[in-house]
């Protein structure tokens, strides 16, 4: 049976390094969760939200899918917001993606990759939605654009969940950003997408 040795002996050395200069970390860190942000990213292991943005463990709540897509019928998504905003009270909610999305580019492929494809109907959708702004230009530069508008599409999808719609009807402190995060630098980009009422996102978007 393979028991994956070496990642048991790397743990202790992690943990042990840790507790080295600092004793009391893990005791510190069991007691409680309390961090002002939700990052909702892909699954892509070139991203790991925590060491992005330089944050210890503790500060960032995660959820993380192929191509950081939020749908509305799935509740596992749904549930870690709802579990975010109700419980934690995170004030932060963030859609990160990245350029060089292997979930984007299949998206964009014409060949079959099983069962996958039914979840990038979902980009497919996103790119059907802004054909205008993809239009002539070149693969990279498509690709590179659809990551970026599937990141605006979701920070809507988030918006109009049921979670935050509650939210912000009862005047809770509550932001939705979204970003893009650069493999090839590892810079994050705000694409200037952020809302914290419904007004705001009315005025950009248009009625909920």
């Known amino acids: 049976m393979t028991t994956l040795k070496h990642l048991f002996?790397?743990?202790?050395?992690?943990?042990?390094?840790?507790?080295?200069?600092?004793?009391?970390?893990?005791?510190?860190?069991?007691?409680?969760?309390?961090?002002?942000?939700?990052?909702?990213?892909?699954?892509?292991?070139?991203?790991?939200?925590?060491?992005?943005?330089?944050?210890?463990?503790?500060?960032?709540?995660?959820?993380?899918?192929?191509?950081?897509?939020?749908?509305?019928?799935?509740?596992?998504?749904?549930?870690?917001?709802?579990?975010?905003?109700?419980?934690?009270?995170?004030?932060?909610?963030?859609?990160?993606?990245?350029?060089?999305?292997?979930g984007i580019k299949a998206s964009m492929e014409k060949s079959a990759h099983g069962l996958i494809d039914n979840w990038l109907r979902h980009i497919k959708d996103v790119s059907r939605f802004h054909a205008d702004k993809l239009q002539g230009l070149s693969a990279q530069d498509k690709h590179d654009r659809l990551c970026e508008l599937n990141v605006i599409e979701q920070v809507t999808n988030v918006c109009n969940s049921t979670i935050v719609q509650n939210a912000w009807r009862n005047s809770e402190e509550l932001s939705v950003h979204g970003w893009i995060y650069g493999i090839k630098n590892g810079i994050l980009k705000d694409l200037d997408v952020t809302f914290t009422s419904n007004e705001e996102l009315e005025k950009r978007n248009g009625p909920v």
């Open 9 to 102: 002996e790397r743990n202790q050395i992690w943990a042990n390094d840790i507790k080295d200069k600092d004793p009391e970390y893990f005791m510190d860190l069991s007691k409680q969760q309390a961090p002002q942000y939700l990052w909702i990213g892909c699954s892509d292991s070139r991203v790991p939200a925590n060491q992005i943005v330089n944050l210890p463990p503790g500060e960032v709540f995660v959820h993380r899918n192929i191509a950081n897509v939020v749908v509305h019928t799935d509740l596992n998504c749904l549930s870690v917001i709802q579990f975010a905003v109700e419980t934690l009270k995170i004030k932060h909610i963030i859609v990160c993606g990245h350029y060089g999305c292997s």
